[in-house]
C-alpha cells in the first residue's frame, strides 16, 4: 500500500519505509526481480514519479543497472531476498573494489524460518566476503532512518553500502514520522580508467584500497550511533541486532543492551567495553551465530551463545525465554493449512497429466512448485531459479532413457532459464521443457515481466515472445496451448513430444487465476 | 470501554481470502490515528493460495514486539472455525474470544467480503479508540466506492456489540 500522507505519519512496513527512506533521500533509480519478502520495496518506489523504477529481468541485471547509476551519478538502490542476492554476487564482489560516484544502496531480505524460501542463508556473511559495510534495521523506523545513512555512507567513503533486512522487519508495520525529500544534484561522468576498468593492474590497486576503506569503516561502526549501548541493570546484558533486539526487550527490560545497527565492520571496542560492564554477557541473533563467533574471537570468554537449534528458523518472544535460559529449542507445532494451488490456476490441468503419464519431473521457483503437494504430488526437485530447465538435461545424462521432463514459469523462464534451454540445444540433449505461462510473476502477488509486455508501472512496451524465443534458442518443437478444458489435447500433445527424439518446448498458455479475478475486480469496481 | 491499560494485543486468523490482512490494517490505522504506538505483523506469503494467516496487531504507549507471544493477546478475532484451535493459544486468561458472534457478526452483514469490517467493528466498541479515529482510518483503507458500505457494516455491528 501507498505511503498515504505526504508528510507527518504513517502506518507502513518495514518494506514501505525502506522506500520511503530512500525516496527522502533523494533516490533516482532503483531495480529489482521480485522476491518474497523484498517486493514490496519496488512497488512502493514505483509510487513515486521522482524514481525511475524497473522490474529487471533477475538480480543480477537489476544490479548491474543499477549499479550503472549509481557509477553514472544519481543515488540508486537494487533489492532482492537473499537467494536472488547469489545471482548478482558476480557484480557486486567487483563494485565492491570499484566504489561508486553517488550512493549505492542494495537492500537484502532474508527469510528466517522459509516463510517463503527454498533456504535460510544469512546475508549477514556477506559483510566479511565481500568487504562491505552492512547497517541493519530493526523495525520500519529505522528502516526509514537507516536508509538514508546508508547513503551518506556510501557516498563519504565510495562504496556500495547493503542494508539487510528479514521478513519481519520487512512486513511487520508500525507508526512512523514522514520527512521531505532531498534535492541531489546528478553528478558528472567520471573517465577514470584506473578506478572503474577492473583489469589486474587497476584491481590490485583497488584491492588495497577496499581493505583502508573497510578499516575506516570500522571506526565509523565505532562511534556510529546505530551501535547503541543501553546501560541497566548489569547482572545481564544482551549483544543483538534486527527483530531479535525486539523480542528481548519485550521479555527482559530491565537488562542492558549493545543494539547493533551497523553490524559490519564490528565495533570491537564498543563490544569489549560493554563486555566489562556487566556479569552475564549473551549473544542473541537469528540463524548463524555471526556475531556470537565474532565476540569470541575478540577474547571474550564469558560471552554465551545459543544451542545450536536455534540456527534453525526465526525467533519470538516465548523462543527467546528458552534460549536465554540455555535450552535447546523446542516447538510446540501448531498445524496450519498447507498452502495448495487457487481454485482455477491454469497449473491444475498440467500437472494432472504429468502425474497421469507418470514422469520424473524436474521443478522450478513459483507457485507450481506447490505441484509437489498433494493432491497432485507431481514435482520431484525444486533448486533454483532456472534449474527447471537445467537440471531435468543432468537428469537425463544420468537416466538417458528416463521419462523426465522439466517445468518452469514464464517469469522464472525469462529470469534465467533462457540460458538454460540454449545449453540443453547446443549440447545435442533432448528431452521436453514445459513453460507453464500464466502471464505473471504470481507467486510474488502478480507483478509483470518482460513477456506480459507490460512494466512495473503497468505501462505497455514491447513484448517479448516466448515462442520465437525457444526456437531461437534451438529448441526443435515449440508448441503453445491452452489448457483450459483441453486436457486431453495436452495430454495427446505431451505424450507425442515425449516420444520424439527432439527437444521441445511446450508453453502452457493460461491467465492465473488471481489475475483474472483482480481484473475483474477492478472492472466491477470491488476493490 | 474498557479500562485503559499500556499495551492491547490483538490476534487476527482465519484462511486466505478472508480480508483478515485488510482487518488488522484498519486496526492499525486507526490506532496510529488515536495518537498510540502501533505494530502489526504476519506472514502472508501463502496466504493468497489458501494458508493459514495469521496478522498480529499492538498499540499503546511504547511497543517493542511485533508479535505477540502465546497467552498474550487481549482479544481473538477468528473468521474460521476451523483455525480457532491454533489460534486460541495467543489468547490470555481472562482475553476475550469473539469465535462466539462470528454467526451473528456474518448474518448481520449483507456483503460476506465486508464480514472482516464487521469484526473490527465490533471489536471497536471494546477499545479505547474515539469514533473520529476510526471513521479516518475507514477513509484510509478503503477505496471511495467501497468507503461507504463499509462504513456502514462497521457501524452495524458496532451496534450489535452493545
Known sequence: MAPKASMGKAFLSGNEALARGAWQAGLKVACAYPGTPSTEILETLALFPEVDVQWSVNEKAAYEVAYGAAVGGVRVLAACKHVGLNVAMDPLMTSAYIGVNAGFVIVVCDDPQMHSSQNEQDTRWVGIYAKLPILEPSSPSEALAFVQEAFEISERFDTPVIIRMTTRVSHSKEDVVLGKRLQRPVKALQKDMRKYVMVPGNARVRHEILEKRIEKLKALSERSRLNRIELNKKSLGFITDSVSYLYLKEVYPDASYLKLGFLYPFCDEKIKRFAKSVKRLMVVEELDPFIEEHVKSLGIRKVEGKHPSYRVGELDQDLIRSLVAGKPKKVKPRPGRAPRLCAGCP????????????????????????????????????????AGVTMPEGLRRAHPEGRIVGVIGDSTFVHS?????????????????????????????????????????????????????CQACGADFVDVIDPHGNLKALEELAVQRLNADALSVIIVQHPCALLKRENNEKKAGCV | MKRKQDVYNITFGGVGGQGIIKASELLGWAALYDGYHVKKSEVHGMSQRGGSVESHVRFGSVIYSPMIGLAQADFLLCFHPDEHPRLKVFLKKGGFDLMPYLAKIQESVENTRAVNTGMVGFLSKYLPIRPDSWERALQTVFKPAVLESNRKVFAQARALSE
Open chain 1, 347 to 386: 497449473h491444475w490441468a498440467i500437472f494432472s497429466v504429468l502425474k497421469k503419464l507418470d514422469l520424473f519431473v524436474a521443478g522450478d521457483i513459483g507457485c507450481y512448485t506447490l505441484g509437489a503437494l498433494p493432491p497432485t504430488s507431481a514435482l520431484h526437485t525444486c533448486l533454483c531459479m532456472g
Open chain 1, 417 to 469: 532459464g533462457i540460458t538454460g534451454l540454449i545449453n540443453a540445444a547446443y549440447n545435442k540433449s533432448k528431452g521436453v521443457i514445459f513453460i507453464l505461462d500464466n502471464a505473471t510473476t504470481a507467486m510474488t502477488g502478480g507483478q509483470p515481466h518482460p513477456a506480459t509486455g507490460q512494466t512495473i508501472r503497468n505501462e505497455s512496451t514491447k513484448r517479448l515472445d516466448l515462442k520465437a524465443l
